[in-house]
Nanobody, 114 residues
């Protein structure tokens, strides 16, 4: 069964950092464009960043310069390094295949609060 498992979330103060991980099992996603998404309470899920199979990255304007998406093909894992976190970054973060998403995982909660 193909599965994506997100981890690395937590409670952090404004200005802090977190590194999220997305591990794939049951299949390799190394040839796919992968994305990190987030959903805040009462809001629709939004794309935060994506990375192609060749390493090209794109970011939503609100996280440019603060977030970095990367991938380790040997580990079949995608990462999201989040720096200078703001309260508005609070959300559940998910990863998925950008083209033809599969079933969504549980996500990982990120809470930015003092």
């Amino acid at each position: 069964q193909v599965q994506l498992v997100e981890s690395g979330g937590g409670l952090v103060q404004p200005g802090g950092s977190l590194r999220l991980s997305c591990a794939a099992s049951g299949s390799t996603f190394n040839d796919n464009t992968m994305g990190w998404y987030r959903q805040a309470p009462g809001r629709q899920r939004e794309l935060v960043a994506r990375i192609t199979n060749t390493g090209t990255t794109n970011y939503v304007d609100s996280v440019k310069g603060r977030f970095t998406i990367s991938r380790d093909k040997a580990k079949n894992t995608v990462y999201l390094q989040m720096n200078n976190l703001k309260p508005e970054d609070t959300a559940v973060y998910y990863c998925n295949r950008f083209y033809g998403p599969i079933s969504w995982g549980q996500g990982t909660q990120v809470t930015v609060s003092s």
